[in-house]
């Protein structure tokens, strides 16, 4: 055990990048927490949180549900095509977030189990945590294979893939960002055997 102080580390990677099988197999073999900011974002969000406070406050009692909780496709409808009121909303959301993960991080310092610290987004880099994390891992996968899986798992048509993928940071720029770059093309096994090197001086786990 590293002096109770997991490496924090920052994952992202455009979509279809394969983020999840990564994670997963992290997740399964080494002593590590995982946090993904889009869970976390659910969180905070959560009746009787100063997020929910705030959101509510500024967007009106309207964006929530017969259950209390913020309807996610109201507060949707309410800031589709208004840049402003995104902005907004994103600097209540993104700071709350920042918040659970800091205090998870130095939670798993003091219970001294955990020797790496994941935090899984899309927006990382845009969202500051360079400046966080240790390190900052880049999950890249070549754009014909990553539209294949998109095609694939989730059924998705090539407009709706050119959509997003033309709102998601370049490879240049995810490079630029990044202290380390996981080739996801080929297999699994191929992939893994990268993390592996990686991460040889933790302790690996059956």
Not at 1 to 15: E, L, V
């Amino acid at each position: 055990m590293r002096q109770n102080s997991p490496k924090f580390i920052g994952i992202t990677g455009g979509i279809g990048a394969g983020k999840t099988e990564i994670l997963s197999y992290i997740r399964k073999h080494y002593k590590c927490e995982i946090y993904l900011a889009d869970s976390i974002a659910h969180e905070v969000k959560e009746p009787g949180t100063d997020c929910y406070r705030e959101l509510v406050a500024l967007l009106g009692e309207d964006i929530t549900g017969p259950d209390g909780r913020i309807d996610k496709s109201r507060m949707a409808g309410k800031i589709f095509s208004d840049g402003e009121l995104l902005e907004q909303v994103n600097e209540i959301i993104h700071p709350a977030v920042k918040r659970y993960l800091l205090e998870h991080l130095e939670k798993a310092r003091q219970e001294g189990t955990a020797e790496l610290f994941f935090v899984e987004a899309a927006l990382l880099i845009e969202c500051g945590y360079r400046a966080l994390a240790d390190e900052m891992w880049y999950v890249y996968a070549d754009e014909g294979t990553r539209r294949k899986r998109l095609r694939q798992s989730r059924g998705y048509s090539g407009e709706r893939i050119d959509g997003i993928m033309s709102s998601q940071l370049s490879e240049e720029q995810f490079r630029e960002n990044c202290d380390f770059v996981i080739d996801n093309s080929g297999t699994p096994a191929e992939s893994f055997a990268q993390i592996d090197k990686k991460l040889e001086a933790y302790t690996w786990q059956e």
